[in-house]
């Protein structure tokens, strides 16, 4: 089974600065996935980011990257520039990779509650 | 739709009363999960349909939760004799497993159901 683990149940930043969001977990998968979602007020999960475990190069998309660390086990997002829309609950989660006929449910952290500061 | 739908958005039932939540999935989508997300927690796998099938049910906490997807599209999920502690926002997300991009998942908005 797979542990996600968030330390930090909630952060704040000033607008336009940068926040860190930590993430461990716990596998003996070795192929698999790991994602941010983001739930605003609203309850929508969105999708921020993917990392394919088997990809040395941390993902980027615009604002929002990663640092991955396998053998740690470590998968932090970092919020460059931070905007006020950025405020919501971020999850970390675990997936592992397609393989096949089979659940491929993902498991969730608890959640890092961000507020951005104007 | 473009995206998953849930309804009703809010539920609020009686202890010992029996719920309906409903899903529609993406279209085209053959991965059906529910999630529950209980206050302040990650939502947890409840269970997994392939098509129509109930693949992995693993994650329901007991029998009195059923789920149902009899065409492979839209699903229901049920819940007999509520408890207070059943009270959660329920998630639904859908996914197409060939589609490649990690067999992301798209989610709904979800159903909040409140058990008085």
């Known amino acids: 089974a797979q542990t996600v683990t968030q330390s930090q149940p909630e952060m704040s930043v000033q607008e336009a600065e940068t926040v860190t969001l930590s993430c461990t977990y716990d596998?003996?998968?070795?192929?698999?996935?790991l994602f941010w979602y983001k739930q605003p007020p609203s309850r929508q999960m969105i999708l921020v980011i993917r990392q394919e475990a088997y990809k040395q190069q941390n993902a980027t998309e615009n604002r929002f990257s990663v640092n991955f660390q396998k053998a740690a086990k470590s998968f932090s997002l970092k919020i460059s520039d931070s905007q006020l829309g950025d405020t919501a609950m971020y999850f970390c989660a675990f997936m592992k990779r397609y393989s096949g006929a089979g659940s491929y449910q993902l498991t969730f952290g608890k959640g890092t509650k961000l507020s951005v500061i104007p | 739709g473009a995206g998953v739908s849930q309804t009703p958005s809010n539920k609020v039932t009686e202890k010992g009363k029996y719920v309906e939540l409903r899903c529609d999935p993406i279209s085209g989508h053959t991965a059906l999960y529910w999630y529950r997300q209980s206050l302040g927690q990650g939502p947890e796998f409840l269970i997994y349909f392939q098509g129509t099938g109930a693949a992995d049910d693993s994650g329901l906490p007991n029998d009195r939760f059923f789920a149902v997807r009899p065409e492979g599209s839209v699903s229901t999920l049920k819940i007999q004799r509520t408890e207070r502690g059943d009270s959660a926002v329920y998630l639904c997300?859908?996914?197409?497993?060939?589609?490649?991009?990690?067999?992301?998942?798209?989610f709904g908005p979800g159903t909040r159901l409140t058990v008085l």
């Open positions: 997300a859908s996914s197409n497993p060939w589609a490649g991009l990690g067999n992301e998942q798209f």
């Open positions: 596998t003996s998968e070795n192929n698999y996935y």
